[in-house]
């Protein structure tokens, strides 16, 4: 049994939501070049052009890519054979948090109360994912979700009369109803299976891998090459102006769901898919 202080956990936190917020993933940016590549419309390739311009910005000046620096996502990977020793574990994830929000100088965008609104002025608490996995390490990632792109994501529980074709549709529905909203170019995580709740969970997942490693199962790397295409043949374009490039990736990931379902989620995220690891 290998232990592990939870400060540590909160000084690789409060870096994450710093480098993360800072330093866009070379995947996505890569995404972003490659799309402009591929671009022969005037205003589509000047909106490509600023945001490579943003991004490179924000790398040589170490400031944030853009003013929504997002609710803190945590995802953590926890071995078995880890003992977490030295206080609590959620305190110390939503400590680094605050250290880093505070730190960063990063826009605090969570607020107390859904309803009844007001600021908890640190950005925490964290949306925190906990997963048992082997081994005596701890993998954290850090994705910082902005909500322009979250408010356009959705859910649906279909029956599994609705088939792939079913699944096909919503994909194209839930990008086409978002439109310039989400920022485009958009990266689109899908979960299939599950639960109401495992179905979105796999969604954000999918928006954590990066764009250049396909699903391993042919059939859903398939289908997510297939969906990519017919996304970016909509026509919505980079800031909703016209264009090739819709979406510059498209994940999915699935699991097993009960007979009478097939619940199928759509995370959208803006080019600004942000996520940062580290192993502990």
């Known amino acids: 049994m290998r232990e592990i202080e939870v400060s540590r956990l909160t000084e690789v936190i409060e870096r994450l939501c710093i480098e993360a917020n800072e330093h866009l993933p070379e995947d996505v940016k890569d995404a972003i070049k490659t799309c402009r590549a591929c671009e022969d419309g005037k205003i589509a390739k000047g909106v490509l052009d600023n945001i490579i311009?943003?991004?490179?910005?924000?790398?040589?000046?170490n400031v944030p890519i853009c003013q929504d620096t997002g609710m803190a996502c945590v995802f953590l990977e926890i071995g078995q054979d880890v003992h977490l020793v030295g206080g609590d574990l959620t305190d110390a994830v939503n400590e680094g948090v605050r250290r880093g929000y505070d730190k960063g100088y990063l826009r605090k965008s969570v607020v107390k109360d859904p309803v009844r609104r007001g600021n908890t002025g640190d950005n925490t608490p964290a949306m925190i994912y906990t997963e048992i996995v082997p081994g005596d390490q701890v993998k954290v990632t850090v994705g910082p979700k902005g909500f322009g792109s979250e408010n356009m994501s959705q859910i649906r529980m279909f029956k599994p009369s609705?088939?792939?074709?079913?699944?096909?549709?919503?994909?194209?529905?839930?990008?086409?109803?978002?439109?310039?909203?989400?920022?485009?170019?958009?990266?689109?995580?899908?979960?299939?299976?599950?639960?109401?709740?495992?179905?979105?969970?796999?969604?954000?997942?999918?928006?954590?891998r990066p764009l250049d490693i396909q699903n391993p199962d042919p059939f859903y790397a398939d289908l997510e090459k297939e969906m990519l295409e017919k996304i970016n043949r909509l026509g919505i374009g980079p800031q909703g102006f016209g264009g090739k490039t819709t979406a510059i990736g498209l994940n999915i990931e699935t699991m097993p769901t009960h007979i009478a379902g097939m619940p199928c989620a759509v995370n959208i995220n803006c080019h600004v898919t942000r996520h940062k690891s580290e192993v502990i």
């Open 162 to 208: 609705a088939g792939l074709q079913g699944i096909k549709d919503f994909i194209l529905e839930v990008v086409e109803t978002a439109g310039p909203n989400p920022c485009p170019p958009m990266v689109v995580g899908v979960g299939i299976g599950g639960t109401f709740d495992k179905c979105a969970l796999l969604a954000k997942k999918a928006l954590m």
């Open 53 to 61: 311009e943003n991004y490179e910005i924000a790398d040589r000046e």
